[in-house]
């Protein structure tokens, strides 16, 4: 006979559990896509695709040590304090000031698109460095993947199946980051939809942090809706182009 834990984890409970928990991981990634892409464009091209990479694989060893750190993790939703009337708890606090965060960086990149830099602003400001950029990558992951991994906690039993979702997500979206990057990189009005998106992602974990819960699906249908429109856009503008290009 085989090892019960073995069959417990290829069981039709376990394999649903892990189709579902993959498909969470994939959804919620999307968000996280887009912030690598717009962290990377700021790096010389030849750097690009490794930071991106590199960090994608450190954001899933961190995700993979929220797992295995079960216990820490359903600590944090117990309340710390309370202020007016509004219970606070760890898992708040991250996702208050991960969307601080996100809502600021999102602005300063939005304004700096629509204003544009004085040459003494460019000279004055270093470029980020290689380290830099994979660090806010693997701490903005922690912001975007502390729900899913608490949901994961809850849907599923078993470390392993957890475990073995969040690997298969990740190695989709670094299969799939790559094209993302690139296009978004081609097309300043998608960059623009992607930190307008980034920006509304701050909102809402602004919002979940005191206690005000946003459902995603809303954002992501508004998000996907405006990024049909802009593909339309971008269709008309290169069929004109190509139109005048061949009269």
Known sequence: MGDPSVNELFSIDSLIAL???TSLEIVLGI????????????????????????GMLGAMLMRIGLLLTISWIMR???PLFAVLGQEISGRDLILLFGGLFLMGKATFEIHERIEGESP???????????GAVI??????????????????IGMAEQIAVMVTAVVIAVGVMMAFAGPISN??????TIKMLALSFLLLIGVM?????????????????????????????LRTRGRRDHGHAHP
Do not use: C, W
């Open 205 to 233: 974990l602004v919002a979940e942090g005191l206690g005000q819960h946003i459902s995603k699906g809303y954002i992501y249908f508004a998000m996907a809706f405006s990024l049909l429109v802009e593909v339309l856009n």
């Open 76 to 78: 944090l939703t117990a």
């Open 120 to 130: 003494a602003t460019v000279a004055a400001r270093s470029a980020p460095t290689f």
């Open 19 to 21: 189709a579902t928990l």
């Open 31 to 54: 968000d996280n896509i887009v912030f690598i892409s717009i962290l990377s464009g700021k790096l010389p091209a030849a750097q690009r695709a490794r930071a991106r990479r590199l």
């Open 135 to 152: 660090t806010q990558i693997m701490l903005l992951d922690i912001v975007f993947s502390l729900d899913s991994v608490i949901t994961a």
């Open 183 to 188: 296009f978004v990189e081609r097309n300043p």
